[in-house]
């Protein structure tokens, strides 16, 4: 702890630190009796995350989080109790580390390691949670070699293909460098020590030649009054090894490039150095860079030069600022430096700052002209428009945000998403419409018997979903159409003494030809649908003589067909007293399961039981109401766009029914009433209060029965609330 108080005093308030002791006190505690596979107390883990962070100069929330980042998954301590404790930004930080240490990597191809890497960003939501997990792998890397070797195995490969790259998007090397040789160390050992005796071997030549070089440019920069400070640059294992694969290189190719690095106190002293270095030594042509002046898209600054040494060997020759130099190691991480004087708040802005660094890094592009992709990544990896979920087998999905399970089953197959029933989302039941999170697992549980809903439109979000729903919405329209104008023919034919079958071979296609349909179907669905009128139809095809011939229809240019030509004759069977009309004919049958074709009136909202009649509404099929319902008065003047009906329904539907409920007003009676109706086996779709007078309310509920027999009894059990004094269905 005293070591890393001792970098906070760097730049932490006193009351700032004595927080971070707290914390630390509180993981100290949480972590009591655990020990690490060292063999060392835990709390030394997330300590040393906490000391990486520090040495980072990272913000106060992210160090605490550093500090108690292990203490959700590894204790029985929530969340809850470390925001109440620490505040609700640390909670935040912890939980989302939290996340991150339960997502389960599986090793497969490059694109899904780039999901998965846009799905742990997903769900971190702060790029400071990011950096401590970086912290803490970078930790157990550096301690790596306890674990038993597959853990090891497994969690190197993991660190390279996830963690590394991750840790470059951001920009932050030096984590990187340091992640990819303690994993390469880790995957491959034998690689390792044979490429790092090499280096040991070739590194004694090589210090010698920069030791030279190092006093031939000290000399010189002295001269001048420049103070600066040198690093050779080490070219690391794991990229040396890169190299050698990728390019088939022999070591000493790879590895035989001098470099060395120039750290001065300002920008003007890069430009003087750079000056007096070509002076001293040879320049190779077109090697110079300027990356001071047209700084690179994540922001890195050097001036870049490769010298020709008195010893025959090029040098390549980095010169900046100390500043730069903590940009090109730390990357976004640098722009968290604490700025005195900005208080606590200043964490809660670091969403805003990274915004502010994108924007910066924008500008800089837009100056430099340079289309590079880094940055188009780091943004749609900072702030995704995506989700990032998981299939069973563990492949990660891409949908757009706020997609639901039905997005996810039409993403996965069109026939997955036509036949989806329900779906477990993290091993749980979800309804269909449950929006998908970064992380989850979605299974799709399909049945044969399932098929689109049209109240899905009304959660997807993918066009996908969107088309293929209407699409299928659309066909099984024409198909319940046909049906229905089928059954609704042959009922007709039926009062005429003959069926389909039984028709006269010529009838069915002379009228079609009159019609200029090209099928039955097609005249079947425009029956259903109800721009074609199933007694004339009828009447047509068993030979009453009704129809004009084709000739005496084109000399009118009438293309209307046969509504047109009868809209004023009205046949005798269809006028006078319609009791008398029903009890003669068969009425035609509804199920319940027609689809749109067959839709009911909302001013009576019928239900089996009740006596209907249906409208024959042009191209909407038949609407049904209840026989009492003021909207059939039209019924005398139009008589033939009206059918007789009778019930049927098929198990299982309910149908929505109006109930207007008077009540004196007390507490709680609207709960009453409803837990009646639930224990009745119904629901409820709407509730709207009226209030008659201070002690006086009228309760409208719209729910869903299965008959009037279901009706009644529920009404029933309502009267019996105290406070309920008239219950009335809604007619029209
Ligand atoms: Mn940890």
Request: glycine fraction near 6%; include cysteine.
């Amino acid at each position: 702890m005293e070591q890393l108080a001792s970098r906070l005093q760097s730049y932490l308030t006193p009351a700032e630190i004595y927080e971070v002791q707290r914390a630390y006190q509180f993981g100290v505690k949480a972590h009591e009796g655990q020990l690490r596979l060292t063999g060392d107390p835990y709390i030394g883990h997330p300590l040393a995350v906490a000391i990486i962070l520090a040495d980072m100069k990272m913000d106060v929330p992210s160090v605490i989080a550093s500090l108690l980042h292990d203490v959700v998954e590894d204790t029985d301590i929530p969340v809850s109790v470390i925001a109440s404790e620490f505040g609700e930004e640390v909670g935040m930080l912890v939980d989302g580390v939290t996340k991150l240490t339960q997502v389960h990597f599986e090793t497969k191809e490059d694109a899904q390691a780039a999901n998965y890497r846009k799905m742990l960003m997903a769900i971190s939501g702060d790029i400071r949670v990011v950096m401590v997990k970086l912290a803490d792998r970078l930790h157990n890397m550096r301690t790596v070699q306890y674990l038993p070797r597959e853990k090891r195995r497994r969690i190197a490969r993991e660190t390279l293909e996830i963690y590394a790259p991750i840790a470059n998007r951001l920009g932050m090397h030096k984590f990187r460098l340091e992640l990819e040789d303690l994993g390469f160390a880790t995957l491959y050992p034998m690689r390792y020590r044979v490429l790092d005796e090499a280096v040991r071997k070739a590194r004694g030549n090589r210090d010698n030649f920069l030791e030279k070089i190092d006093a031939l440019t000290r000399d010189g920069l002295k001269d001048e009054g420049i103070e600066f400070r040198l690093v050779a640059r080490e070219k690391h294992l794991y990229s040396l090894y890169k190299k050698m694969v990728t390019n088939r290189l022999p070591f000493s190719m790879v590895y035989d490039v001098y470099a060395l690095r120039l750290i001065v106190k300002s920008v003007d002293l890069c430009y003087r150095t750079l000056g007096i270095v070509h002076n001293m030594f040879k320049p190779i042509p077109g090697k110079f860079k300027d990356y001071i002046a047209v700084p690179k898209a994540n922001g890195y600054q050097s001036l870049h030069t490769s010298l020709m040494s008195p010893f025959g060997v090029p040098v390549e020759v980095q010169i900046r600022t100390e500043e730069m130099d903590q940009v090109a190691n730390d990357g976004i991480a640098s722009h968290w430096l604490y700025k005195s004087g900005e208080g606590s708040t200043q964490g809660a802005r670091a969403h805003q700052r990274v915004r502010d660094w994108l924007n910066e890094l924008l500008d800089l592009q837009t100056l430099a002209g340079d289309s590079s992709e880094f940055l188009e990544n780091v943004k749609v990896d900072l702030f995704p428009d995506e989700v990032y979920v998981y299939s069973p087998k563990g492949d990660i999905m891409e949908l757009p945000a706020g997609s639901t399970v039905v997005d996810f089953a039409y993403a996965v197959h069109s026939d997955v998403g036509n036949h989806c029933a329900a779906a477990r989302v993290d091993r749980q039941l979800a309804p269909l419409s449950t929006p998908l999170n970064n992380g989850s697992t979605v299974e799709i549980i399909t049945t044969e018997a399932a098929a689109p809903n049209p109240r899905w439109l009304n959660f997807v979000v993918t066009s996908k979903a969107r088309t293929s729903i209407r699409h299928y919405l659309k066909s099984l329209d024409s198909e319940n159409a046909r049906l229905l104008g089928k059954r609704m023919l042959e009922r007709e034919l039926q009062n005429h003494g003959s069926d389909l079958e039984s028709l006269s071979p010529q009838a069915m296609p002379n009228l079609l030809k009159d019609l200029q349909m090209d099928s039955v179907d097609i005249l079947l669905e425009s029956i259903g649908l109800g721009q074609q009128l199933a007694p004339i139809i009828a009447k047509n095809l068993t030979g009453i003589s009704v129809v004009p011939t084709s000739r005496e229809r084109e000399k009118k240019g009438a293309r209307q067909g046969l509504l047109h030509t009868f809209s004023k004759v009205t046949p005798n069977w269809l006028l006078g007293d319609q009791d008398a009309a029903s009890s003669s004919r068969t009425p035609l049958v509804i199920r319940g399961t027609e689809g749109v074709v067959v839709s009911y009136a909302r001013c009576c909202r019928p239900i089996p039981g009740d006596q209907i009649r249906g409208f024959l509404s042009t191209g909407k099929g038949v609407v049904v109401h209840v026989f009492s319902c003021p909207n059939t008065r039209s019924f005398k003047k139009n008589p033939d766009r009206w059918l007789d009906l009778s019930w049927d329904p098929t198990d299982g539907l309910n149908f929505p029914v109006d109930i207007r409920i008077e009540v004196v007003n007390q507490k709680g009676i609207l709960a009453v009433m409803a837990t009646a109706i639930a224990d009745m086996g119904s629901n409820i779709d709407n509730v709207s209060i009226d209030n008659l007078d201070g002690h006086n309310s009228v309760t409208n509920i719209t729910l869903d029965v299965r008959d009037r027999v279901h009706l009644a009894r529920i009404i029933k059990k309502l009267r019996n609330i105290r406070g309920v004094n008239r219950i009335t269905r809604k007619r029209g």
